[in-house]
């Protein structure tokens, strides 16, 4: 059955395909942005620490819970639990709704890419202020949603080509450039003058509210939930993704050293992306870049590369280039989850899914929302605010279709999601279902550790995360 269902090509393609689905936007945005706000090196600390008593354990065994089903997400929890068992539609909405702005988001990259292209080509040519640019890109949708379109396409020829053709061959040559395109970027980053600000910053013990960074030091818990919100997210955790990419994997494989091998990536890089922006941004503007949100891809970094002169269009294009790369990686597992569900349900039915028929109809229907989310232009072109008065309190909190559509991803049904997983595995049908499937090609000593942290750690820990996303989302100050 599992040769109909195709596997990955070798192990390392199945490496850089879950690094390239683990390394996205949530690395060279959201980690060095949400460090920023968090008090840069705390946020660190308590990042390392979750990653590895939480991020570790839920990768483990989310891949188990794949490769030992063989199954996508709502088909192995349909095998493995009976209480459980409705979780796994739990995985299938939260892709499907992150990628109606993940493909927006994907779309802006692809506009800055072409405007800094445009830049180096004619050089000469004034380059636009961050903010400049940003305002006249949101106000202008039609050219959004154009962007919106070539993306999903993208996507939809390297998911229409199947785990190995498609995926795994984008990644083995998406990986290593966006690595190499990293290291540039940071040498960049840390030869421009006053860039140790950004260093001491990132790496200095309490140095972000001693040298004026951030006024005050945010409460323990705060940072807690911030990190452990990205954390989930950068891992690709609690969405089906690694379910569905462990169904592929082959029973000889080692899966112990492939989740550390993962979180370890993805980590190394968020922490390499931050370098790369971090510094840029203190240098050019002084502490408050480090803390500007949102607002640190899109025109921070414009600026920073505006204030390069020349040369700027080139690190612009490199930079652009970088991220549009780790975005369609993420964006193709994300769709891979929901094409995987067909398919296993075709199969379930008796018959062979077609690949392409599934691919487009999936893309097809992300187009739709990611649409309402790329007209919406952030907010800018008011398409949320008919719908404000009748969500109540979270139409009031939410400004954007973007941001309704984050809260509900990644602010509830991710951590939930995650907390029921670990719920399950610790006290339903026990560490050691997925502990057997472990140590197939493993002889690791992990049992106590893992059985501990899925039954009692993981647990609160989500529960903490989960709690700290509301409260984060809707502003209710209870942390
Ligand atoms: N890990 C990706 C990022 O850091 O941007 C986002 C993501 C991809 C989340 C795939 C979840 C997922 F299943």
New binding site residues.
């Given amino acids: 059955m599992k040769q109909e269902r195709g596997n990955w090509g070798s192990n390392l393609g199945f490496l850089l395909a879950a690094v390239g689905?683990?390394?996205?936007?949530?690395?060279?945005?959201?980690f060095p942005y949400k460090m920023g706000k968090s008090g840069g090196f705390t946020f660190l600390v308590i990042y390392l620490v979750l990653a590895v008593f939480v991020g570790f354990i839920i990768m483990m065994g989310e891949l188990s819970m794949g490769r030992k089903t063989g199954k996508g997400t709502v088909g192995a929890y349909h095998a493995l639990s009976k209480k459980f068992r409705w979780v796994g539609w739990l995985a299938v909405f939260?892709?499907f709704v992150?990628m109606s702005f993940?493909t927006v988001l994907g779309a802006y990259c692809m506009e800055y890419l072409t405007l800094n292209l445009g830049d180096l080509a004619f050089s000469g040519a004034e380059v636009m202020t961050g903010a400049d640019l940003f305002g006249s890109m949101l106000t202008n949708p039609f050219g959004a949603w154009i962007f919106t379109v070539l993306f999903i396409l993208i996507c939809f020829f390297i998911n229409r080509n199947g785990v190995s053709g498609g995926i795994e061959k984008f990644n083995k040559i998406g990986m290593p450039a966006l690595f190499v395109m990293l290291v540039i970027i940071i040498i960049r980053s840390l030869t421009l003058p006053g860039a140790e600000e950004g260093l001491k910053f990132m790496f200095k013990p309490g140095y972000a509210v001693s040298a004026g960074f951030i006024d005050e030091k945010p409460g323990f818990l705060t940072v807690l939930a911030t990190a452990g919100g990205q954390m989930f997210?950068?891992?690709?955790?609690?969405?089906?993704?690694?379910i569905t990419y462990g169904s592929y994997v082959s029973k000889k494989e080692n899966l112990v050293t492939n989740a550390g091998i993962i979180v370890i990536a993805?980590t190394l890089i968020a922490i390499l992306a931050g370098l790369a922006v971090i510094p840029a941004a203190v240098a050019t503007y002084g502490p408050s870049a480090a803390l500007s949100g949102p607002k640190l891809l899109f025109i921070t970094l414009q600026d920073v590369f505006a204030a390069m002169g020349k040369i700027g269009p080139l690190f612009g294009v490199i930079f652009y280039l970088l991220v549009l790369i780790?975005?369609i990686s993420?964006?193709i597992?994300?769709i891979e989850?929901i094409t995987t569900y067909f398919m296993d349900r075709a199969e379930v039915k008796g018959k062979q899914g077609n690949r392409s028929h599934i691919v487009l109809g999936v893309c097809l229907a992300i187009l739709v929302e990611a649409s309402i989310v790329a007209l919406d232009g952030l907010g800018a072109n008011g398409l949320w605010v008919p719908l404000q008065n009748q969500f109540g309190i979270i139409g009031e909190i939410n400004d954007c279709w973007l941001d309704f559509m984050d809260f509900l991803s990644e602010g509830l049904a991710?951590p939930l999601g995650a907390l029921l997983m670990s719920i399950m595995v610790g006290w339903e049908i026990k560490p050691k279902t997925l502990l057997d499937e472990l140590h197939i090609g493993s002889n690791a000593r992990i049992d106590t550790f893992f059985s501990i942290c899925m039954k009692v750690i993981v647990p609160i820990g989500m529960a903490l995360i989960l709690l700290g996303q509301i409260d984060g989302f809707l502003h209710l100050g209870i942390f």
């Fill in positions: 689905s683990a390394v996205g936007l949530g690395n060279v945005w959201g939260s892709p992150i993940y997210f950068s891992l690709s955790l609690a969405m089906g993704a690694m993805d780790a975005a993420s964006a597992s994300l989850v991710m």
